[in-house]
């Protein structure tokens, strides 16, 4: 009986060992170009071209990414604005744009922040998730909420 429950604990021990190894694998970083000073920049725009051709399930993630990227501390500016903006004011902005990648394994976003005068980027925070596979809606969430905390630490203000 003792050989029962031995082996079944192995067995367990070896599941627990794989399910940290698939949820370590799953990471979030940041990138920064190393000749910018980020906080030089007080303005940020979103620039997505499919904003309102996207399907209206997908509108609750793009609201989730724009606060997350709002929360960065800079103002909000509709790229509509830009021209409007004095050439101090667009000195100081940065164009940001983002994508996502749906895998079976995970989820990961991405969001590039790109100088918008130089047109160099300066900076791209990325964040995964992995429910693994149990719901593509949770690794969404998860990436997302990661992808904020990655904006958050690069863009403290």
């Known amino acids: ?75 909000l500016v509709s790229d509509w604005r830009i021209p409007g903006l004095t050439s101090q004011e667009q000195d100081k902005l940065l164009i940001v744009k983002y994508g996502v990648t749906s895998l079976p394994e995970e989820t990961i976003v991405t969001v590039n922040f790109i100088d918008y005068l130089t047109g160099r980027p300066v900076a791209s925070c990325r964040g995964a998730s992995s429910s693994l596979g149990i719901s593509h809606s949770a690794d969404m969430k998860g990436a997302i909420k990661n992808v904020a905390r990655q904006i958050s630490e690069t863009f403290k203000k």
């Open 1 to 75: 009986m003792c050989s029962f429950f031995e082996g079944f604990y192995v067995k367990c021990q070896i599941i627990l060992a794989v399910f940290c190894l698939a949820v370590s694998c799953t990471t979030s970083r940041t990138v920064v170009s190393e000749k910018v000073n980020l906080e030089k920049y007080e303005y940020v725009s979103i620039i997505n071209n499919d904003t309102y051709h996207i399907p209206a399930e997908l509108m609750e993630y793009e609201i989730q990414l724009f606060d997350a990227v709002e929360a960065s501390g800079m103002r």
